[in-house]
């Protein structure tokens, strides 16, 4: 009985599995990384001077250094007429020790879509069309050859202010016509909070033109930043400080053309009022000089830093170059950028900075699903800061990150 049982379930999930054309996918990488993080911040203010330095090193096994550890299910039906219906759930996880997510179990994409001959329209969770992630995320990896960048070596997101993941997002992508595609992207925010003041909503809009070798694509997003009462108000207050740009965006124009023997990128970027990226912020604890200086720091240090997070915002611009050759039966990779930004706390700017990258890899395939990989990175940024008011200050910090890395990638 058992075994008649067994056979029927089979025998229903073959069949469920053939009309809806499902695929079990996935990617295992896991690495060795050397990582070297400095800060150093000196100045004085009204209350008192700020003198400090870090520095940290660490050898460790990384999950997801040139591309996430992943493992997801997807699927389509025809459902008559030119139309599909087709989904997508995908699951991120660290192979180094084995544990999920802390963000839900399909926290890398959870969408479903109808496509026709209209175009494709989205609906779910799913990465930003700024971003090289999943289903939508075009921009990214034709900006740069690393796409968003290797472990804490952020490539071109290291000179520019990108996005990643948006729940309760809409997206919709046209066909392409005479090598043109245009692509628009809603997201309503946070679970519960869908299009209130007190979660951030996202809107993107895009064209992407292709003709041969040539990729050119131009993308302007924008963001709606929540504007729930911060964790000091009050305290800042007082300061005259408790101001937020509620409204940040960025125009982005990029281009690569592969002339056989190698593919080079080219991409730039304008912000205005967007929150600080990685490379101003990756340095241990760099927000807390930045709190000190302006005087605003507080005994809880995590909620003083989500304040600073939240009332810091950047307006400047970022530029970044790469280069794809095939080398040796595998492909080597550089890319190089900066960044020139203005830093401003409740509206008003309190500093400038400069950042530059650059980033080494070379990618080996051993077979059609699995390579070996090597590369190397460093991000410095430096940070001049002056401000008047009821607080007063001046001072510098200098962050740096350098990463080495190796690892093995298997896809199925």
């Not at 550890?69 to 996880?93: Q, T």
């Not at 890319?335 to 930004?341: H, I, K, L, P």
Request: proline share 1%; glycine share 12%; charged share 20%.
């Amino acid at each position: 009985m058992k075994k008649i049982a067994v056979a029927v379930a089979a025998a229903l999930l073959a069949g469920s599995a053939a009309a809806a054309d499902v695929t079990l996918y996935g990617v295992v990488d896991t690495g060795f990384s050397y990582t070297n993080t400095r800060s150093k911040a000196e100045g004085t203010t009204s209350l008192k001077n700020i003198d400090e330095a870090q520095s940290t090193k660490s050898f460790s096994m990384d999950s997801g250094n040139s591309a996430g550890s992943r493992w997801g299910l997807k699927g389509s039906e025809d459902l008559g007429n030119g139309l599909k219906v087709g989904f997508k759930l995908e699951s991120g996880f660290s192979s180094d020790t084995g544990k999920g997510s802390d963000d839900g179990l399909f926290n890398r994409e959870s969408s479903i879509s109808l496509s026709g001959s209209f175009g494709t329209i989205y609906a779910g969770r799913m990465g930003s069309l700024i971003s090289d992630l999943g289903s939508v995320g075009w921009y990214g990896s034709m900006a740069s050859p690393f796409g968003s960048g290797w472990g804490k070596i952020a490539g071109h997101e290291a000179v520019m202010h990108m996005q990643g993941r948006k729940s309760n997002t809409l997206v919709y992508m046209s066909p392409r016509f005479s090598g043109l595609q245009f692509s628009a992207q809603y997201s309503m925010g946070d679970e519960g909070k869908e299009n209130k003041p007190s979660t951030n909503r996202y809107a993107a809009i895009g064209v992407d033109y292709q003709v041969g070798g040539l990729e050119i694509g131009f993308l302007a997003d924008w963001m709606n930043k929540n504007s729930s009462e911060l964790n000091y108000a009050e305290n800042l207050e007082e300061k005259g400080l408790a101001k937020i740009d509620k409204d940040a965006w960025t125009i982005n124009l990029a281009a690569n053309y592969d002339c056989g023997f190698a593919k080079t990128f080219i991409a730039a970027q304008y912000f205005k009022n967007v929150s600080l990226n990685q490379s101003l912020t990756s340095a241990k604890n760099q927000l807390k000089p930045i709190a000190n200086i302006l005087g605003i720091s507080k005994v809880d240090e995590t909620k003083a830093t989500e304040d600073i997070a939240r009332l810091a915002s950047a307006k400047g611009f970022g530029v970044n170059l790469g280069v794809d050759v095939p080398a040796f039966g595998g492909n080597a990779m550089l890319s190089v950028g900066y960044e020139d930004a203005d830093l401003r706390i409740a509206k008003r700017k309190v500093a400038s900075a400069d950042v530059y990258s650059a980033l080494a890899g070379y990618t080996y395939p051993i077979s059609k699903r699995t390579s070996v990989y090597a590369g190397a990175g460093y991000t410095y940024n430096k940070l001049k800061a002056s401000h008047e008011g009821k607080i007063t200050g001046s001072g510098k910090i200098k962050g740096s990150v350098f990463q080495a890395m190796a690892g093995l990638k298997h896809t199925f």
